[in-house]
């Protein structure tokens, strides 16, 4: 039975993946900062609670993610994946316009955390030929006015992902783009986007709402939990589209 951590898990494309990741028959350990959101998840998908682990956490404090792992390890002996999905986009603002403090957290969640994970768990996933699933962005190659930090934070995880390839060659290490997901991030964008966003952008995000064009965390919840289970190591240091046709493969191959 693999073992999966996935952050981020109490809410939106995070539940979703760790949902399906028990319906596969993995065990999963849940993460982020709201304890109540992700008991309840638990008892759901896992009424048993067997093959589910709840550890509330801030992915930002490294001493916190070290506890996750070695709660991980405590209770299943194995740490085979991490699905790294914890993510903020404030602030949202121009470059001159944004607050430094609020900067400087989007980077600790969004970069410091996955490399925390990520390093007090490589020993794990080495013993395990395990995988790392790094949750980025389609602003990680285009930049995405008002959305300084979270692009190039988000950027760097895409190399994170890249430089532990080379690294950890019997690590499968991905950066997976998830689409335009319905979740709590596009609330961010549609309530404080006007002000920190060029007008045009902010309204397609606006429209792909109101059009109901927005992807329910399933579908790409699906292809995350699918690779964190079966990537090919051929497929390490790349960054995949949740749709890509060969993810969309594994996909049926393992969950049709």
Request: a negative charge.
């Amino acid at each position: 039975m693999n073992v999966i951590l996935v952050t981020g898990a109490s809410r939106g494309l995070g539940a979703a993946t760790a949902r399906i990741l028990l319906e596969m028959g993995a065990a999963v350990v849940l993460t982020a900062r709201s304890a109540g959101a992700l008991d309840a998840l638990a008892g759901q998908a896992d009424p048993g609670g067997e093959r589910s682990l709840v550890v509330p956490a801030d992915v930002a404090d490294e001493s916190a993610c070290q506890k996750v792992i070695a709660a991980a390890i405590e209770r299943f002996g194995q740490l085979d994946g991490l699905v790294n999905n914890a993510g903020v986009l404030q602030p949202v603002a121009a470059l001159g316009d944004a607050d430094p403090a609020q900067w400087r957290q989007n980077i600790a969640v969004n970069l410091l955390g996955p490399y925390y994970l990520i390093h007090h768990a490589l020993p794990h996933l080495r013993a395990g030929r395990g995988r790392v699933i790094n949750v980025s962005t389609g602003a990680a190659i285009n930049p995405a006015p008002g959305w300084s930090a979270y692009s190039v934070a988000k950027a760097a995880v895409n190399m994170l992902a890249r430089v532990l390839a080379e690294e950890a060659p019997e690590v499968v290490s991905l950066a997976v783009r998830p689409g335009v997901v319905d979740t709590a991030m596009q609330e961010t964008i549609r309530e404080e986007g006007a002000a920190g966003m060029p007008a045009e952008r902010h309204r397609r995000f606006v429209r792909l709402h109101e059009q109901g064009d927005l992807l329910p965390p399933e579908l790409p919840g699906r292809a995350l939990a699918a690779l964190a289970l079966h990537a090919p190591p051929a497929w390490s240091g790349e960054f995949l589209s949740w749709d890509d046709p060969k993810v969309a493969a594994l996909v049926t191959r393992h969950t049709a």
